[in-house]
């Protein structure tokens, strides 16, 4: 995994000695915080936030109408049920997809979830025709049985391991500017910084999670730093809603 930001922007931050030194804050020690910093933030907020060009994913869907993914900017090949489908994305100008792309709140260029048909409401009528006219849901055969979108119903629906699996561009993309769409946002390399900082000043309070300043202060290191748990609160994911 390719380190988002330099172990000059911690040393800085921190203003702690040069690179060339022998000390704890080496290039070796601040790079590897940085590299445990990016992959706890994508833990703990569930998605993909690293670069991930030709990335392969699976998941089960237990036929969902849709789908949380942890964040892909293009989808390459997506296949559900052993059905390829064509992935729609805002503004494509697409009328009759297998599936639609869900962006996330801040809408940059990464999309968390894929709906495979238009929410289900109890009614006699089949959801198919929520697509519009009759040209659209039979252009796209929504209508046939054997769609994989009308696999399962009654009362019992089925779901084989890994029925969905998409294969494309995952995270953000490391070759635009930052903040640009589809870039790495500020608030993420910030996040990035701040949490590899604090790594790396953790080990003077490994014991007790306090240490001492120098002046006698007391410094505490039981919870993670309050810019690190805004980006988590505002950047995680969990299970959209789901319609059977």
């Known amino acids: 995994m390719t380190l988002v930001i330099d172990q000059t922007a ?21 790079g590897s915080n940085i590299m445990s910093a990016q992959s706890f933030l994508e833990r703990v907020t569930r998605r993909f936030l690293i670069d991930r060009p030709g990335w392969t994913w699976a998941n089960t869907t237990m036929l969902a109408a849709q789908v949380a993914i942890p964040g892909f900017r293009t989808f390459t090949t997506t296949t ?10 805002p503004g494509d100008g697409k009328t009759g997809p297998s599936a639609w ?8 260029g990464t999309y968390v979830a894929l709906q495979f048909r238009p929410w289900r409401a109890d009614s006699d009528m089949p959801w198919w025709l929520a697509l519009g006219g009759q040209n659209s849901w039979f252009d796209q055969a929504a209508d046939n049985p054997f769609d994989p979108r009308n696999r399962g119903g009654g009362y019992a629906w089925t779901s084989m391991p890994n029925d969905l699996v998409i294969v494309g561009d995952a995270g953000w993309d490391s070759t635009l500017p930052v903040d640009s769409f589809g870039g790495y946002p500020s608030t993420f390399l910030h996040a ?15 014991l007790a999670d306090v240490a001492i300043t120098p002046s006698g202060g007391v410094l505490t290191y039981s919870q ?12 995680k994911l969990g299970s959209q809603a789901r319609s059977m």
């Open 80 to 89: 559900f049920g052993g059905t390829v489908l064509d992935v729609s994305v």
């Open 224 to 235: 993670l730093p309050s810019e690190v748990r805004g980006f988590i609160t505002s950047f």
């Open 10 to 30: 911690v040393r800085d931050y921190l203003e702690l000695n040069s690179p060339g030194s022998t000390s704890k804050y080496s290039d070796a020690t601040i």
């Open 192 to 206: 990035v910084k701040i949490l590899s900082a604090f790594y790396t000043m953790r080990p003077a309070s490994i």
């Open 101 to 108: 792309a869900i962006a996330d709140d801040i809408n940059n």
